[in-house]
């Protein structure tokens, strides 16, 4: 049996069927166009859907994970930022099985990146998994038990938005100093910017300086590392999973900063189980896939 799974994000949406042993048998990939609003996202989804229908009618069944907050009873998006115009109060479940008849399920795209490692990924054989993804933002997720933890307004894991620095950087969710402001990838690449009065591009050349040993830069990546190092000990300490798992574009960099976070984690003496995350950008769209099998997951 195939399944499909979607991943809808702020730049791209990324389509895949898989079968039940993990096997991908498609794949597809198309721009959100999230600027021109709702109607032109939905009917991007859509097209993205019908393209792998078609080359695998056998689908029993369509996963989504979508930027926002989702009432994953009802498929109701209960709020999205401005990164996916009009998208809050869509009914994507209702949307889509209208028009492809086969049962849809919806999900926040952290839950089902943590789905799908915990499938095929760096997750896989634990219960208890805590994901963090650094990226544009900061995705988390929280599977305990088994199950993941979506919480009674549909918010739980949402580790981005904690607040790491009271009255720290200002944040697009209203509040300051939330996580994401320090430890996504886009924060990493401004800090550094502002340090060391370069323009970087991406994150990339930002460790590149790193590596040819700018000091601003490196001050930078310490207080990334230090400000990890607390986000994933307060982890540890709240929820105490198997594994924390750490994903997102961050972590395509991993074998410059890793080793430095892995000693600062041993210096404080602390004992959390933590790992970078397997699947990369294709576990939201895994793991939407994978919740057609199991909805409970
Ligand atoms: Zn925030």
């Known amino acids: 049996m195939k399944a499909i799974g979607i991943d809808i994000g702020g730049t791209s949406i990324k389509g895949v069927v898989i079968d039940q042993s993990g096997r991908i048998a498609g794949e597809t990939k198309q721009a959100t166009d999230a600027a021109k609003g709702k109607d032109c996202i939905l009917a991007n989804v859509k097209d ?5 229908l078609e080359q695998h009618p056998d689908s029993e069944g369509i996963g989504i994970g979508t930027a926002g907050r989702v009432n994953a009873s009802t498929g ?24 492809f008849h086969r ?11 943590l789905i799908g490692e915990c499938w095929l990924g760096a997750g896989a054989g634990c219960s208890d998994v805590t994901m963090l993804t650094l990226g544009t933002g900061v995705g988390g997720a929280n599977r305990i038990g088994g199950k993941i933890v979506r919480g009674a307004q549909w918010n ?44 970087f591009p991406s994150g990339v050349e930002v460790l590149e300086a790193y590596e040819k040993g700018n000091p601003a830069v490196a001050a930078v990546l310490n207080e990334f590392i230090d400000d990890l190092t607390v986000v ?3 982890i540890h300490l709240g929820i105490n999973p198997q594994a924390i798992l750490i994903g997102g574009g961050m972590v395509d960099s991993k074998s410059i900063w890793w080793g430095l976070l892995e000693e600062r984690v041993k210096r404080q003496g602390l004992h959390i189980s933590f790992r970078a995350a397997e699947l990369g950008n294709q576990a939201g769209s895994i793991g939407a896939a994978r919740m057609v099998w199991d909805a409970r997951l």
């Open 103 to 113: 049962r849809v399920s919806v999900d926040n795209d952290a839950n089902t990146a």
């Open 76 to 99: 109701e998006i209960v709020y999205a930022t401005d990164n996916l115009p009009g998208w809050q109060g869509s009914n994507l479940k209702e949307e889509i099985e209208s028009v």
């Open 48 to 52: 993205v859907i019908r393209q792998l």
């Open 156 to 199: 739980g894991g949402e580790w981005g938005h904690v607040i790491l620095v009271p009255n720290g950087r200002p944040c697009n969710c209203g509040q300051r100093g939330c996580i994401e402001q320090y430890i996504s990838g886009t924060a990493f690449v401004q800090a550094a910017a502002e340090a060391a009065s370069i323009h």
């Open 232 to 234: 994933i000990h307060n």
